[in-house]
């Protein structure tokens, strides 16, 4: 099983600053098939990023994605006040697919 | 537009089975895998299985394996994800996800919860 370790587990920043979140795989996956998620609190998680650079549809260009085989980066490059959540990552390239622990990106 | 509506909230006894379902419109259900991911209150997310609304094969995660059915119904376009032998850790959001690029979209979620 692929454990992924995000960091930091928690990031304080203000509004309009730059998000730099990082994701680490304990193996390479399989055709970088990482996805980030964004969940806010009591809702269902929202698809932003697959195959590690690709934006979902629908999503802002605010939000990039980056890496390969083992250590991937979301970033965010000017927070919003609805930026503010739990972001997760997933690796879909090999079975169990599994995700992060999750990072929080709250308001500093 | 793509929508997975699934069902009300439930509690259940230890040892106890739960079966939650999830109702899928705006696609081909048949053309796409559900999957189904859990989140224990205030924990992350934990992916459970996968079934394929085609042939109805499934994949689940070794931790599950034994207690959890997935299932569907296509003349209903439904999926459906029991879980057996409940106990208190069991407590948690289940989602049922369709699987396109990713997790592309999202049940809204069903809590079960497990308490004597």
């Known amino acids: 099983e692929i454990v992924l370790t995000q960091s930091p587990a928690t990031l304080s920043l203000s509004p309009g600053e730059r998000a730099t979140l990082s994701c680490r795989a304990s193996?390479?996956?399989?055709?970088?098939?990482l996805a980030w998620y964004q969940q806010k609190a009591g809702q269902a998680p929202r698809l932003l990023i697959y195959?590690?650079?690709s934006r979902a549809t629908g999503i802002s260009d605010r939000f990039s994605g980056s890496g390969s085989e083992t250590d991937f980066t979301l970033t965010i490059s000017r927070l919003e006040p609805e930026d503010f959540a739990v972001y997760y990552c997933q690796q879909y390239g090999n079975s169990p697919w599994t995700f992060g622990q999750g990072t929080k990106v709250e308001i500093k | 537009q793509v929508q997975l509506v699934q069902s009300g909230a439930e509690v259940m006894k230890p040892g106890a089975s739960v079966k939650v379902s999830c109702k899928a419109s705006?696609?081909?259900?048949?053309?796409?895998?559900i999957h189904w991911v859990r989140q224990a209150p205030g924990q992350g997310l934990e992916w459970m299985g996968w079934?394929?609304?085609?042939?109805?094969?499934?994949n689940y995660a070794q931790k599950f394996q034994g207690r959890v059915t997935l299932t569907r119904d296509t003349s209903i376009n439904t999926a459906y994800m029991e879980l057996s032998r409940l106990n208190s850790d069991d407590t948690a959001v289940y989602y049922c996800?369709?699987?396109?690029?990713?997790?592309?979209?999202w049940g809204q979620g069903t809590l079960v919860t497990v308490s004597s």
């Open positions: 079934m394929s609304a085609n042939r109805g094969g499934t």
């Open positions: 193996q390479i996956i399989n055709n970088n098939y």
């Open positions: 195959g590690a650079s």
């Open positions: 705006g696609y081909t259900f048949s053309a796409h895998y």
């Open positions: 996800a369709r699987q396109d690029v990713a997790l592309d979209d």
